[in-house]
């Protein structure tokens, strides 16, 4: 069945002589309707036998209405999802250079041991004495993130970086009531995460910005300018999101300590000092950790993700349910207060269940894979190749905080582009006609026109000589005045720019059965 | 190392283009007294052999639903994924891709998410759903929420019959966020008088259909009270098959859906990850927290789509958004989505039947058994026993004899002595004949009888 609707309006009138087919596809490039559009409510892909007459026990509950859900059949599911898979970029088919996203390689051993039954197919609440294995694992990952971050004891039951972050926060705040403290200000950066702000205001606390700088890092004479007895905590991402290490760091955690406060550190970026510093001896006292930028398991299209926190002996007391112990006597699971021995007060549980096992076996199996050296050289590498990406470019392009080193990726800004006409968003779109994905653009927001580029440790040279190459051509046409090449991209993808003010001013959130007077007009 | 491409020599060439001497040059902005002069004193790196044979000797340690006879559930089940759907999330372009904020080579993840919305949408009887939440504890916790920014109070109202472990993920929340919660206490055998709990203080009634202990309820009278009140009804389904038998929490007045989706097309994995659904009315999409795929148009008039209304969203909104949730279960919904598609209306009704059937023929053979009680009178896939003595015990026995038959309710509420003897037991379509006569015979062996 031929997608109508997915065909070009008019067809010919906006694309160039030569592209016109009669399906509207274009090779490998195949138009796909909506299951809802091609599938049957009486199909279905999946053979089960009808079970034996049965009076139910619904309780006069029983649904009568069609829920009107399609089926399509095994051969017609898979064609269905190759299809769409193709219409999208990922970090197999390419360089994907998103800053803050730490887009690096995933290994598939990962994947293949997270499916072994032994750690796919079991349930959280079957009996302890049978987990032995997953509640092993789960204090051998915790080993090695406690000794990567020189922090007392991780909480690994936060489902994503922002929920870790929830989690952190909530340790503070659980902290200073065990104080008989109750702060309403946290310190958050301008050019944090929107997640670090989101977080707070979440807990009820006023969130006070601290600008950066005029090298794109922060002051500790800024921060105790903001300080006092009502502060909580500071949020503080380190390297920051402008790409950079937070030097004045010891003393920002110093005077946060000082005044009573907490330092809560956004871990996004924890990939750039992997094995080379230890957030722990820098005075945090939370931080969560992506398992799925560090770590290497695989975003999957915008998650599932894991977030476990690291807390320091100040908060370790205050960690969420349920939680595995490692001691002398072994691996045990903590599930409720009571067990969870003298000194402990947790704050409560923040999900069903013991966190995202999925991805804690991915995570230990990249760890295990590289080990403490390799992770280390990961760091370096990451590090390397952002700023061989860097000094490749500067000249062509703008730093907003002048000609420096940086970590783990590289910040441009838009004054280059001055008088051309071009925007950050044309230069981005036009990067995706060359074959890559675009870096991260317009964030951090604190920088005008920001490009964030994260090229990761999983480049080869000659793949970073080569997108090095493609945004060097994209620059000097840009200064040109070459603007069709970018006003106009991207002209090779699966879609050209997509309309997003219509998407928001008329919402179409979901699939509708089509009036029938358009059905009879067509 | 397999995974690192650069070679010293690729290393060399780098340093001398950016002018350094050597790789310590470029982290001189960490204070020096703390940076790490040697690897941490962890293993050094192995071949892709030696680590499966480490992570493979843990997985043996653990028994695998799939080798024994299993009716543990309790807010995540075992059914048969179909092998199709798990080669299809393992495509590149799938696994290894971001969130779609680059919508022209992302039309693959947002296509899906939209097929994803509406399907739930469907399923709940809902008008829009958004792209998915963590699971299904943190999908209602974030429903309280926005149920204290539509209705502008700040007391929820949970029903005792909720699952412990979403009563405890919102309670969490609502008292380190300064709100209150009234949770009523467990009512196994039903009875619980919810309605009357219900005044014009309350934000929101949260109640879970099958419940807890399995029971089923009519969420039309309480819709009906809480409206009245200007409250919101919060409904939990934690087994989202049973929406494929029973009526749909939208078709009874819910404000707000929230549920497990686990079900369909994810392994049980432990607890996670999983992927959480959240259904609303479309006059509170502008409340409702998360991603949202919307369809649009590109510049040549084809229909696309992109990730839409995000001034709700922390990135544009920070303080102001109405989550911090960012990434959320992708992958886990995408599974979702390709084994509903398999399944299609006729199979999931069918899928359902099935459960059904099995938890009927299960409860009818327990019920046989001297000294053990079904409490329900209604149910799905699951449903409570009340044993002589001690549940958790008699757990421990029949897993002891390779029966993994449940999860005693003590192991969630351990400071409800009166629930001490309870079991609940689920029953779905890998359960066979065998697996039902083993565990009556070796529930009998334990009991005695």
């Given at each position: 069945?031929?997608?109508?609707?997915?065909?070009?309006?008019?067809?010919?009138?906006?694309?160039?002589?030569?592209?016109?087919?009669?399906?509207?596809?274009?090779?490998?490039?195949?138009?796909?309707?909506?299951?809802?559009?091609?599938?049957?409510?009486?199909?279905?892909?999946?053979?089960?036998?009808?079970?034996?007459?049965?009076?139910?026990r619904l309780g006069g509950l029983e649904r009568t209405a069609?829920i009107g859900?399609?089926?399509?059949?095994?051969?017609?599911?898979?064609?269905?999802?190759?299809?769409?898979?193709?219409?999208?970029?990922?970090?197999?088919?390419?360089?994907?250079?998103?800053?803050?996203?730490?887009?690096?390689?995933?290994?598939?051993?990962?994947?293949?041991?997270?499916?072994?039954?032994?750690?796919?197919?079991?349930?959280?609440?079957?009996?302890?004495?049978?987990?032995?294995?997953?509640?092993?694992?789960?204090?051998?990952?915790?080993?090695?993130?406690?000794?990567?971050?020189?922090?007392?004891?991780?909480?690994?039951?936060?489902?994503?970086?922002?929920h870790?972050?929830l989690?952190?926060?909530m340790?503070?705040k659980?902290?200073?009531a065990?104080?008989?403290?109750k702060?309403s200000?946290?310190?958050?950066?301008?050019?944090?995460?929107?997640?670090?702000?989101a977080t707070a205001a979440l807990l009820g606390y006023r969130?006070?910005?601290?600008?950066?700088?005029?090298?794109?890092?922060?002051?500790?004479?800024?921060?105790?300018?903001?300080?006092?007895?009502?502060?909580?905590?500071?949020?503080?991402?380190?390297?920051?999101?402008?790409?950079?290490?937070?030097?004045?760091?010891?003393?920002?955690?110093?005077?946060?300590?000082?005044?009573?406060?907490?330092?809560?550190?956004?871990?996004?970026?924890?990939?750039?000092?992997?094995?080379?510093?230890?957030?722990?001896?820098?005075?945090?006292?939370?931080?969560?950790?992506?398992?799925?930028?560090?770590?290497?398991?695989?975003?999957?299209?915008?998650?599932?993700?894991?977030?476990?926190?690291?807390?320091?002996?100040?908060?370790?007391?205050?960690?969420?349910?349920?939680?595995?112990?490692?001691?002398?006597?072994?691996?045990?699971?903590?599930?409720?207060?009571?067990?969870?021995?003298?000194?402990?007060?947790?704050f409560g549980r923040i999900c069903a269940?013991?966190?995202?096992?999925?991805?804690?076996?991915?995570?230990?199996?990249?760890?295990?894979?590289?080990?403490?050296?390799?992770?280390?050289?990961?760091?370096?590498?990451?590090?390397?190749?952002?700023?061989?990406?860097?000094?490749?470019?500067?000249?062509?392009?703008?730093?907003?905080?002048?000609?420096?080193?940086?970590?783990?990726?590289?910040?441009?800004?838009?004054?280059?582009?001055?008088?051309?006409?071009?925007?950050?968003?044309?230069?981005?779109?036009?990067?995706?006609?060359?074959?890559?994905?675009?870096?991260?653009?317009?964030?951090?927001?604190?920088?005008?026109?920001?490009?964030?580029?994260?090229?990761?440790?999983?480049?080869?040279?000659?793949?970073?000589?080569?997108?090095?190459?493609?945004?060097?051509?994209?620059?000097?046409?840009?200064?040109?005045?070459?603007?069709?090449?970018?006003?106009?991209?991207?002209?090779?993808?699966?879609?050209?720019?997509?309309?997003?003010?219509?998407?928001?001013?008329?919402p179409?959130l979901r699939?509708t059965?089509?009036?029938?007077?358009?059905?009879?007009?067509? | 190392?397999?995974?690192?491409?650069?070679?010293?020599?690729?290393?060399?060439?780098?340093?001398?283009?950016?002018?350094?001497?050597?790789?310590?040059?470029?982290?001189?902005?960490?204070?020096?007294?703390?940076?790490?002069?040697?690897?941490?004193?962890?293993?050094?790196?192995?071949?892709?052999?030696?680590?499966?044979?480490?992570?493979?000797?843990?997985?043996?340690?653990?028994?695998?639903?799939?080798?024994?006879?299993?009716?543990?559930?309790c807010g995540?089940?075992?059914?048969?994924?179909?092998?199709?759907?798990?080669?299809?999330?393992?495509?590149?372009?799938?696994?290894?891709?971001?969130?779609?904020?680059?919508?022209?080579?992302?039309?693959?993840?947002?296509?899906?998410?939209?097929?994803?919305q509406t399907q739930v949408a469907m399923l709940t009887g809902m008008e829009v759903a958004n792209a998915s939440m963590y699971d299904g504890s943190t999908a209602a916790a974030e429903a309280v929420l926005m149920a204290h920014r539509l209705t502008k109070r700040r007391k929820a109202l949970l029903s005792g019959n909720l699952h412990p472990h979403y009563r405890d993920t919102i309670a969490t929340v609502a008292r380190l966020a300064e709100d209150e919660i009234v949770a009523l206490a467990p009512a196994p055998a039903g009875g619980e008088d919810l309605i009357g709990r219900i005044d014009d203080s309350v934000s929101c009634v949260v109640v879970q259909t099958p419940d807890f202990y399995g029971r089923l309820h009519d969420l039309a009278p309480i819709a009906e009270k809480a409206h009245a009140a200007g409250a919101l009804l919060i409904a939990v389904v934690t087994e989202v098959?049973s929406l494929g038998l029973v009526r749909p929490p939208g078709d009874m007045g819910a404000d707000i859906v929230v549920a497990e989706g686990?079900?369909?097309?994810?392994?049980?994995?432990?607890?996670?990850?999983?992927v959480g659904l959240f259904a609303t009315r479309q006059k509170f999409v502008r409340q409702m927290p998360g991603r949202l795929?919307?369809?649009?148009?590109?510049?040549?008039?084809?229909?696309?789509?992109?990730?839409?209304l995000?001034t709700r969203e922390q990135?544009?909104r920070?303080e102001k958004a109405t989550s911090n949730i960012?990434?959320n279960?992708?992958?886990?919904?995408?599974?979702?989505?390709?084994?509903?598609?398999?399944?299609?209306?006729?199979?999931?009704?069918?899928?359902?039947?099935?459960?059904?059937?099995?938890?009927?023929?299960?409860?009818?053979?327990?019920?046989?058994?001297?000294?053990?009680?079904?409490l329900n009178d209604t149910f799905f896939?699951e449903f409570t026993?009340?044993?002589?003595?001690?549940?958790?015990?008699?757990?421990?026995?029949?897993?002891?004899?390779?029966?993994?038959?449940?999860?005693?309710v003590?192991?969630l509420e351990?400071a409800r002595?009166e629930l001490?003897?309870l079991?609940v037991?689920?029953?779905?379509?890998?359960?066979?004949?065998?697996?039902?006569?083993?565990?009556?015979?070796?529930?009998?062996?334990?009991?005695?009888?």
């Amino acid at each position: 069945m031929l997608n109508r609707e997915g065909r070009p309006a008019e067809a010919g009138k906006a694309r160039a002589a030569g592209q016109h087919t009669f399906t509207g596809n274009r090779a490998l490039q195949i138009e796909e309707a909506l299951i809802f559009e091609t599938g049957r409510t009486d199909v279905t892909g999946v053979d089960l036998d009808e079970p034996p007459a049965f009076a139910n026990r619904l309780g006069g509950l029983e649904r009568t209405a069609p829920i009107g859900l399609p089926g399509l059949t095994e051969p017609e599911t898979m064609r269905h999802y190759v299809r769409l898979s193709q219409k999208n970029y990922g970090i197999d088919t390419g360089p994907f250079p998103l800053g803050s996203c730490t887009m690096k390689h995933n290994p598939r051993l990962n994947e293949k041991m997270a499916r072994l039954p032994g750690f796919a197919d079991i349930h959280p609440l079957q009996p302890t004495s049978t987990v032995e294995g997953a509640l092993e694992l789960i204090a051998e990952l915790s080993r090695w993130l406690v000794a990567l971050t020189g922090m007392p004891a991780i909480a690994m039951t936060p489902k994503a970086g922002a929920h870790g972050e929830l989690t952190g926060m909530m340790a503070i705040k659980a902290a200073l009531a065990a104080r008989g403290e109750k702060r309403s200000v946290v310190i958050v950066p301008e050019s944090a995460h929107g997640t670090n702000p989101a977080t707070a205001a979440l807990l009820g606390y006023r969130v006070e910005p601290v600008p950066a700088r005029k090298d794109g890092t922060v002051d500790v004479e800024e921060v105790k300018k903001r300080l006092s007895p009502e502060v909580a905590a500071i949020m503080l991402t380190n390297p920051n999101t402008c790409g950079l290490f937070e030097r004045d760091v010891v003393a920002i955690a110093e005077a946060v300590h000082a005044a009573g406060a907490y330092f809560y550190a956004d871990g996004a970026n924890f990939n750039a000092i992997v094995g080379k510093v230890r957030p722990g001896d820098l005075g945090v006292d939370a931080m969560h950790i992506n398992l799925h930028k560090t770590f290497s398991t695989p975003h999957g299209g915008g998650g599932p993700g894991a977030g476990p926190v690291a807390l320091s002996a100040a908060l370790a007391p205050f960690a969420p349910l349920p939680h595995v112990v490692a001691d002398a006597s072994g691996v045990r699971l903590v599930e409720h207060a009571e067990e969870a021995g003298a000194g402990a007060a947790p704050f409560g549980r923040i999900c069903a269940f013991h966190g995202q096992m999925g991805m804690f076996v991915r995570a230990l199996a990249y760890m295990l894979s590289h080990g403490a050296d390799g992770m280390r050289q990961a760091s370096e590498d990451a590090v390397l190749s952002a700023n061989y990406l860097r000094a490749s470019l500067a000249d062509l392009m703008s730093q907003p905080f002048g000609d420096r080193f940086c970590m783990h990726e590289a910040l441009f800004d838009d004054r280059w582009l001055e008088g051309t006409g071009i925007t950050t968003l044309d230069f981005a779109k036009a990067m995706i006609d060359e074959g890559f994905h675009p870096m991260t653009v317009y964030f951090p927001l604190v920088v005008r026109g920001a490009m964030l580029i994260e090229p990761t440790e999983s480049e080869s040279k000659a793949s970073l000589d080569l997108m090095i190459a493609a945004m060097r051509d994209l620059a000097m046409a840009a200064k040109r005045g070459d603007k069709a090449r970018f006003t106009g991209a991207p002209a090779h993808a699966p879609r050209r720019r997509l309309d997003e003010t219509r998407a928001a001013r008329q919402p179409v959130l979901r699939w509708t059965k089509p009036a029938p007077q358009n059905l009879a007009a067509e | 190392m397999r995974y690192l491409p650069l070679t010293p020599e690729d290393r060399a060439e780098m340093l001398a283009r950016i002018g350094v001497p050597d790789i310590d040059a470029l982290f001189a902005d960490i204070p020096a007294d703390k940076r790490l002069r040697a690897p941490l004193d962890l293993p050094r790196r192995q071949s892709e052999l030696a680590v499966e044979r480490t992570l493979r000797r843990m997985a043996d340690k653990n028994v695998p639903a799939g080798s024994v006879p299993f009716f543990v559930g309790c807010g995540a089940y075992k059914h048969h994924v179909p092998a199709t759907v798990d080669h299809l999330i393992q495509r590149s372009e799938f696994l290894t891709a971001y969130t779609p904020y680059q919508p022209e080579i992302s039309q693959g993840t947002l296509q899906t998410l939209f097929e994803f919305q509406t399907q739930v949408a469907m399923l709940t009887g809902m008008e829009v759903a958004n792209a998915s939440m963590y699971d299904g504890s943190t999908a209602a916790a974030e429903a309280v929420l926005m149920a204290h920014r539509l209705t502008k109070r700040r007391k929820a109202l949970l029903s005792g019959n909720l699952h412990p472990h979403y009563r405890d993920t919102i309670a969490t929340v609502a008292r380190l966020a300064e709100d209150e919660i009234v949770a009523l206490a467990p009512a196994p055998a039903g009875g619980e008088d919810l309605i009357g709990r219900i005044d014009d203080s309350v934000s929101c009634v949260v109640v879970q259909t099958p419940d807890f202990y399995g029971r089923l309820h009519d969420l039309a009278p309480i819709a009906e009270k809480a409206h009245a009140a200007g409250a919101l009804l919060i409904a939990v389904v934690t087994e989202v098959v049973s929406l494929g038998l029973v009526r749909p929490p939208g078709d009874m007045g819910a404000d707000i859906v929230v549920a497990e989706g686990q079900s369909i097309g994810n392994p049980l994995s432990f607890g996670g990850p999983y992927v959480g659904l959240f259904a609303t009315r479309q006059k509170f999409v502008r409340q409702m927290p998360g991603r949202l795929a919307g369809e649009t148009i590109d510049a040549e008039g084809r229909r696309g789509y992109v990730l839409t209304l995000a001034t709700r969203e922390q990135h544009i909104r920070r303080e102001k958004a109405t989550s911090n949730i960012c990434t959320n279960s992708g992958l886990c919904a995408l599974a979702f989505t390709i084994h509903l598609t398999l399944l299609g209306e006729a199979g999931l009704k069918r899928l359902a039947r099935l459960n059904h059937a099995s938890a009927i023929a299960l409860a009818d053979a327990l019920g046989q058994i001297p000294g053990v009680t079904v409490l329900n009178d209604t149910f799905f896939n699951e449903f409570t026993i009340r044993v002589p003595g001690s549940a958790a015990s008699v757990i421990d026995a029949l897993a002891a004899k390779g029966v993994l038959g449940g999860v005693p309710v003590s192991r969630l509420e351990p400071a409800r002595k009166e629930l001490g003897d309870l079991i609940v037991v689920a029953a779905t379509e890998v359960n066979t004949d065998e697996d039902r006569a083993a565990y009556v015979a070796v529930l009998r062996e334990v009991l005695g009888c």
